[in-house]
């Protein structure tokens, strides 16, 4: 596959399905010698089940009675048979053959043809003796045809792990004198050195050559089109060797974060591996589920899950079950869940899978429900699982809810989280909640949403200004969220409690200018009065703030006073929001008196519109009292001169 894979600049499926291959038969589990030897001996029977029946027939002959039928067989048989090819082929494969098939072996050797020997001789190098070292060196003579000598130093090679002495006959012919001075013991010592010598050279080759495949694969992947990567990817992660496999893992994910999508035939693939025998190819393969989430991944989940007996691969397959929470599940979830030899590897997915499973609706039978709670009740507080929490505040009683409550100030930052989650739909819990959320910014949110579902007061918005928020951002969000849902008369409530200059004060007031509010106020409702003090304390505030733009907005928004003092407060504030802005005009058409002006040019004495100001006041108030009188010379005193008058809408200095 991977050699194909180089081979072709471009992925592409093929235009034409397959044609598929009929599948090899079957060889029966408990079939006899005498059977494997009936068809191995069949003309008809394909080579794979040949081989395969030659395989057994082998393992068999450690045993005497089907050695000795085999030895009878061999006495007649032909070098060029299927039977007999076929059980060279698995002499060659076999790592211990039978001493007892040596001499038979040897003797199909000695009636074969020139032709026949190079694919017969491997076969001498699975017995590892002194005697099959020197039949081959016979076979290495000059005499014979060169694939002959071939073959049999590459057996040689094979048989003692010698490959340094090359095709040369006298360093083997050396070689093998030296061999027959050595006791058995010795010889036996030397075999095994130089083979493992040989097995390290071997896999360091190996080890050198993949590292070249991969290296070049790495390159075919950047260079391959986009909508063709999934193809190459599928390729990579169904490869044999582990190096390919691997990085067929590492490039599905590098393309999932980046691209956040990869087509069927890398999700097709990954299911396939969830059958693999390797857990390590399993538990990765479940991990890349469950970044595609495919659709239809749920039941291969379920099964693979079934069947996993590892504990690496099921935490996986397990974290997985989360994308699919459905009841098939359900049992091998509990099984992981209450398992205690490997708790500390599946714990905590099969905990996450279980609260899937219970926000799903899949756990409130009792009997499932109570293997869960008996399963995270047994724990002990420093092993909880971040899902503990809720599990017990989701389907545990009043008991288990109170047992919870002290998880919200767990060490375990994700337990305290997930049970403050778990924790916001339960009023019981919010006095709880409130208290670890004052030395815990990380429970911020869940606190504003259960005030906000349970309690949207003054006294909460309250007591909500005074605990940590992770952010300044996400402290304004969270204020901003509850006063949104609350009354407007807890609105003006909470607004008379904070000081003027509070950042706050301007959060809770400033849900009154919701049209969608105002669309809805009844003037008999005790709202209304509120909307009214409050959309005007927002207007005062905003004023203060220095900013008169706004406070007009606010201004604008309010409905009609019912209350005359609160009617006398709209005239006063809009003449001096009006005043600050500048718009003179607009002010003198306002029915406002004359301390009302004097109130607004009171800070806007040393501010360059000043002079036309006072020039406006004067035009429309003829007659002042003598505190009046005293007051506009006052603010006359402190105006700069009057080329350097503010233009209109020019917002005063701060």
Not at 117 to 134: E, G, H, I, K, N
Not at 197 to 211: G, H, I, K, V
Not at 292 to 306: F, Q, T, V
Request: proline content about 11%; overall charge negative; charged content about 20%.
């Amino acid at each position: 596959m991977t050699l194909a894979t180089l081979a072709s600049p471009q992925i592409q499926p093929p235009s034409q399905p397959a044609q598929s291959t009929p599948p090899t038969p079957a060889l029966p589990p408990d079939a006899s010698p005498a059977q494997l030897l009936a068809i191995l001996n069949d003309l008809a029977t394909p080579s794979a089940t040949r081989d395969r029946a030659a395989d057994r027939l082998l393992a068999a002959a450690q045993q005497r009675e089907p050695l000795d039928l085999l030895r009878v067989h061999l006495a007649t048989a032909g070098p060029g048979s299927p039977g007999c090819t076929s059980l060279f082929r698995a002499a060659t494969r076999c790592t211990r053959p039978p001493a007892g098939l040596f001499e038979p072996f040897t003797a199909i050797l000695s009636r074969a043809s020139p032709d026949q020997l190079p694919s017969m001789l491997p076969a001498l190098a699975s017995w590892r003796t002194r005697d099959s070292l020197r039949l081959l060196i016979a076979y290495a003579d000059p005499a014979q045809p060169a694939p002959v000598r071939d073959s049999a130093f590459q057996a040689l090679a094979r048989l003692t792990g010698r490959d340094d002495l090359g095709p040369d006959l006298t360093r083997w012919t050396d070689y093998a004198d030296h061999a027959y001075s050595l006791s058995d013991i010795e010889w036996t010592s030397s075999l095994l050195s130089a083979i493992a010598a040989r097995a390290d050279t071997l896999a360091a080759r190996e080890s050198a050559a993949l590292a070249r495949v991969t290296d070049s694969l790495r390159r075919l992947y950047l260079t391959t089109a986009p909508e063709q990567r999934s193809a190459l990817l599928a390729n990579l992660l169904l490869d044999d060797a582990d190096q390919i496999r691997a990085l067929g893992f590492e490039l599905a994910s590098r393309e999932l974060s980046s691209t956040h999508r990869l087509d069927q035939p890398v999700t097709d693939a990954c299911l396939k591996l969830l059958n693999h025998p390797t857990p390590r190819v399993r538990q990765n393969a479940a991990l890349l589920l469950y970044q595609l989430s495919p659709p239809e991944a749920g039941n291969d989940i379920a099964s693979a899950l079934a069947r996993e007996t590892d504990p690496d691969a099921a935490a996986a397959l397990l974290a997985a079950c989360g994308r699919w929470p459905t009841p098939d599940i359900t049992p091998e979830v509990i099984r992981w869940l209450a398992r205690p030899d490997t708790a500390s590897i599946t714990r905590a997915p099969a905990a996450q899978a279980a609260l899937a499973l219970a926000r799903a609706g899949h756990l409130f039978d009792p009997q499932p429900r109570d293997k869960v709670l008996i399963a995270i009740r047994s724990l002990p507080p420093e092993d909880l699982p971040a899902a503990a929490g809720p599990l017990l505040v989701i389907l545990g009683n009043d008991d288990d809810r109170r047992a919870a409550a002290p998880l919200l100030r767990s060490p375990s930052a994700a337990l305290r989280i997930a049970t403050a989650d778990a924790a916001v739909v339960y009023p019981e819990l919010l006095p709880d909640l409130l208290d670890a959320a004052s030395a815990d910014p990380q429970l911020w949110d869940a606190a504003v949403r259960a005030v906000t579902m349970h309690q949207a007061t003054a006294p909460s918005f309250i007591s909500l200004t005074t605990l940590p928020a992770p952010s300044p951002d996400a402290r304004r969000e969270g204020l901003r969220f509850l006063a949104s849902v609350m009354p407007a008369l807890q609105i003006l409530d909470a607004a008379d409690r904070l000081p003027l200059d509070d950042p706050s004060r301007e959060l809770v007031l400033t849900p009154l200018l919701d049209p969608t509010r105002r669309m809805s106020l009844n003037p008999e409702a005790p709202s209304y009065e509120a909307t009214v003090r409050g959309l005007l304390m927002l207007a005062r505030t905003r004023l203060a703030d220095h900013r008169p733009d706004e406070a007009l907005l606010a201004l604008d928004a309010t409905p009609d006073p019912l209350d005359p003092a609160d009617t006398a407060s709209l005239l006063r504030l809009r003449t001096c929001t009006l005043l600050a802005l500048n718009r003179a005009e607009q002010a003198l058409a306002l029915d406002s008196t004359a301390d009302d002006w004097l109130d607004a040019l009171d800070p806007l004495a040393a501010d360059p519109s000043a002079p036309g100001l006072l020039d406006a006041f004067t035009t429309k108030f003829r007659s002042l009292t003598p505190a009046q009188q005293e007051r506009l010379d006052a603010i006359r005193a402190r105006a700069p001169a009057a080329d350097q008058e503010r233009q209109p809408d020019e917002p005063p200095p701060s």
